[in-house]
């Protein structure tokens, strides 16, 4: 998530840090965001998997079904400035 945060730092030209928040601190924030409990449920278990490692690699699967090569995180977020800056 280091890595994440510089990418976004970079494409917006300003700083951005990680602050690991213990898993059960953070998902005991999300009720306060208003989603249904499986929507928050599921979500948790993507945080854990990421904490475990296991979205550590990439994958061809946006090539093979719109033909179109995916985005690194950078250029994503800096074709949307606006959306993150407001």
């Given at each position: 998530m280091t890595e994440l945060a510089a990418a976004f730092s970079r494409?917006?030209?300003r700083p951005v840090s990680y602050v690991d928040l213990p898993l059960d601190r953070w998902q005991a924030q999300l009720p306060k965001l208003g989603m249904p409990p499986h929507i928050a449920q599921h979500v948790a278990t993507m945080a854990q998997l990421h904490r475990d490692n296991r979205y550590d690699r990439t994958a061809d699967g946006v090539e093979r079904v719109t033909g179109v090569h995916a985005q690194s995180i950078e250029?994503?977020?800096?074709?949307?400035?606006?959306f993150y800056l407001g």
């Amino acid at each position: 998530m280091t890595e994440l945060a510089a990418a976004f730092s970079r494409a917006l030209d300003r700083p951005v840090s990680y602050v690991d928040l213990p898993l059960d601190r953070w998902q005991a924030q999300l009720p306060k965001l208003g989603m249904p409990p499986h929507i928050a449920q599921h979500v948790a278990t993507m945080a854990q998997l990421h904490r475990d490692n296991r979205y550590d690699r990439t994958a061809d699967g946006v090539e093979r079904v719109t033909g179109v090569h995916a985005q690194s995180i950078e250029a994503f977020v800096a074709a949307r400035r606006d959306f993150y800056l407001g």
